[in-house]
Every structure is written in structure tokens, then in C-alpha cells.
């Protein structure tokens, strides 16, 4: 159980172009999501936490306009980086919460995209 | 506010050597511990856990134990495997349920 997807698994763009990732949790509900980012060898820099129904909480200084977040409903979150730059090319991972064994809170991860802007 | 320091790497071992990765962690409260796994290109896969003092988080051969004493979660195995190169991720959830990761520890297993 709690298993979390992710598409595209990889994506490559050109500069200028948009482009959305999505995040979905398959076999259970989760009303809050989380987007981190990752640069190689690095650890995880949460960008922003999506709750479904509501509006996204941005980490300080993430671009909200840029790095727009949508969770519609209680499986899936997207994330659509627009107007891509070669700098927007790193490793986007999701996770979603939902209470685990023990009653505390786990998070779930999906298996990343890695997005490479030309 | 919360955080997780954890043991810089690289970390390089022989087949069957013992493994000790130090994290430590300050935080308000009573937080769960865990520690996360990353092979690479994927994304990140829970090890174990530990939701309260002296719990012993156990998976794989892994073990960590949860020292409020001491505010740790080591992470421990006797004897490692190549299979077990990947990244280790120590991480806690703190007050408001919200995760902080350490920077990760790089772990290659040589035969």
C-alpha cells in the first residue's frame, strides 16, 4: 500500500516552454502533498506544500508564478514549471502524506521526474 | 525550529563491514525519527521508523535507535552489502507534521 506515482518519469524541454509534472497517490487519499526539489548530491529543498482545495504554501523563495501548483483532488497533484530555464533542470520528487502504522505521519515519495531544460 | 544534522559523507566500505551513520536532531516536542533510502535515479523509499524514546526502528539490517538522552537515530547495520550502496537520508516530523531532512550520507559498498 501507499504507493505514490509520478509523470514523466523524465522530460526534456526547450527553453521558454512549460511544463507539468503530476503526482498521484495510487491507492490512498491524501490531502496534503509535497513538492521538493533536488540538485545532484544534494538533499531534498522542499518547494511547497499543496493542499487539496486549497491554495499552495510556498517556502521562501520559491517563485510561486513560476512553479505553479494544482491539487484538485484528493489523488492528484501537478506541478507545472513555466517559462523553463536551463537553471529549472534538477530532479522533482513528490510525497504525499497520510497517517501510517502507530498513528503518525508519514510521507510517502514518488519516484521522481527529472526535468533537463535546452 | 526543528532540524536534523547528519553525517557527511562519502562514505566508502567493504562487503560485510559495519556501518554506523550519526544523525542528530533538535527539535520541540516529541518528534518521530526515520530514516529514508535513495538508490540512484529514484526517489526515496522509508527504511525505518522510530515514533518514540528508546524505540529501535529495525529493516533489512538496519537498526536505529532513538535516544532522547542524547537527541540521535544513528543508523547501524553489521554487515554491509553491495546492494546497500544508495544515499541514507535521516529525517524527523516535528510539531505541525512537517518533515526536515538531513543533507544525506553517500554509502558505496566495494566487494
Known amino acids: 500500500g501507499a504507493v505514490v506515482s509520478q509523470h514523466p518519469s523524465w522530460v526534456i524541454c526547450k527553453s521558454g516552454t512549460s511544463v507539468k509534472i503530476e503526482c498521484r497517490s495510487l491507492?490512498?487519499?491524501?490531502?496534503?502533498m509535497f513538492w521538493y526539489r533536488q540538485f545532484p548530491k544534494q538533499s531534498l529543498m522542499l518547494m511547497a506544500t499543496?493542499?487539496?482545495?486549497?491554495?499552495?504554501?510556498?517556502e521562501q523563495g520559491v517563485e510561486k508564478d513560476k512553479f505553479l501548483i494544482n491539487h484538485a483532488s484528493l489523488t492528484l497533484s501537478t506541478l507545472t514549471v513555466t517559462s523553463a530555464h536551463p537553471e529549472d533542470s534538477s530532479f522533482y520528487i513528490c510525497?504525499?502524506?497520510?497517517?501510517?502504522?502507530?498513528?503518525?505521519?508519514?510521507?510517502?515519495f514518488g519516484p521522481g521526474t527529472r526535468l533537463t531544460v535546452t | 525550529g526543528d532540524s536534523v544534522t547528519q553525517m557527511e559523507g562519502p562514505v566508502t566500505l567493504s562487503e560485510e563491514a559495519f556501518l554506523t551513520i550519526n544523525c542528530t536532531y533538535t527539535?520541540?516536542?516529541?518528534?518521530?525519527l526515520f530514516w529514508y533510502v535513495q538508490y540512484p535515479g529514484e526517489g526515496l523509499q522509508l527504511l525505518l521508523k522510530?515514533?518514540?524514546?528508546?524505540d529501535k526502528g529495525s529493516n533489512k539490517g538496519f537498526e536505529a535507535t532513538y535516544r532522547k538522552e542524547t537527541t540521535s537515530f544513528h543508523l547501524e547495520k553489521g554487515s554491509v552489502q553491495v546492494s546497500d550502496s544508495a544515499v541514507y537520508f535521516c529525517?524527523?516530523?516535528?510539531?505541525?507534521?512537517?518533515?526536515?531532512f538531513g543533507t544525506g550520507t553517500s554509502l558505496t559498498v566495494i566487494p
Open positions: 527539535a520541540t516536542g516529541y518528534p518521530s
Open positions: 522510530a515514533t518514540k524514546a528508546d
Open positions: 510525497s504525499a502524506r497520510a497517517l501510517g502504522t502507530g498513528k503518525t505521519y508519514e510521507q510517502y
Open positions: 491507492d490512498f487519499q491524501a490531502t496534503t
Open positions: 529525517a524527523l516530523s516535528g510539531t505541525g507534521n512537517q518533515f526536515y
Open positions: 499543496s493542499n487539496e482545495g486549497s491554495k499552495a504554501t510556498y
